[in-house]
């Protein structure tokens, strides 16, 4: 039988355990093990577990029966579909669809408000209205390295290129019926020939 793993990846004030087991008899086991070492550490340190921020995400890609909770430390905690860790949005099947829709509804908002700063006639030159649409990027693509994968789906390429077709639209001072290939070929000209 293969030993099971687990693996403890903390950063600042977050802390994740990754836990592999083949049913969640054993997850529970190992759960446990992990918060008895975990408390036995922080009480050493003069520290506390906040125990009521805790979340449980079962990643799997089989069907199984819903666990609707487990016991962590003294509290029962609910299994989520998905849960956010620093910054990244993972959820059951590590599809990221969670990640992609909520980081495309901020940047798409993000560009409505940006919008109105920069109108297609007047307003800031094109350098300027390149790094104000930097933030819709940034926001759009935190955390790509780790769901970039998710993009060989039609429907989450789609999610992301209707917010930056937005943004190029407003770089770019172009109207609404320029087709996407154009008005980002434009953008990239634009990038290389302006310093």
Same mark, same amino acid.
């Given at each position: ?18 836990i ?19 408390? *036995?550490?922080? &009480?050493?340190?003069? +520290?506390?577990? @906040? ?11 089989? /069907? ?13 905690t ?13 959820d ?8 992609i ?32 649409? *930097?933030?819709? &990027?940034?926001?759009? +693509?935190?955390? @790509? ?11 989450? /390429? ?25 008005v ?11 310093f």
């Amino acid at each position: 039988m293969p030993e099971k793993t687990l693996v403890l990846v903390g950063y600042a004030d977050d802390i994740a355990a990754v836990i592999e087991a083949r049913n969640p008899e054993l997850a529970q086991l190992q759960l446990n093990q992990v918060m008895r070492r975990v408390n *036995a550490w922080m &009480e050493n340190h003069g +520290l506390h577990l @906040a125990l009521s921020k805790t979340e449980i995400v079962m990643l799997t890609r089989k /069907r199984i029966c819903t666990i609707t909770e487990m016991r962590v430390g003294s509290e029962i905690t609910e299994t989520k579909v998905s849960a956010r860790y620093l910054g990244v949005e993972f959820d059951s099947k590590l599809t990221f669809w969670p990640q992609i829709k909520k980081s495309s509804d901020k940047a798409a908002a993000t560009t409505v408000s940006l919008s109105r700063l920069m109108a297609n006639v007047g307003g800031p030159k094109q350098c300027k209205r390149k790094l104000l649409m *930097a933030v819709v &990027e940034s926001q759009l +693509l935190y955390g @790509a390295e780790i769901w970039a994968s998710a993009l060989n789906t039609a429907k989450y /390429r789609k999610r992301i290129t209707v917010v930056q077709r937005r943004g190029a639209l407003r770089v770019g001072c172009s109207y609404r019926t320029v087709s996407e290939a154009a008005v980002l070929a434009k953008l990239v000209m634009a990038s290389t020939t302006t310093f």
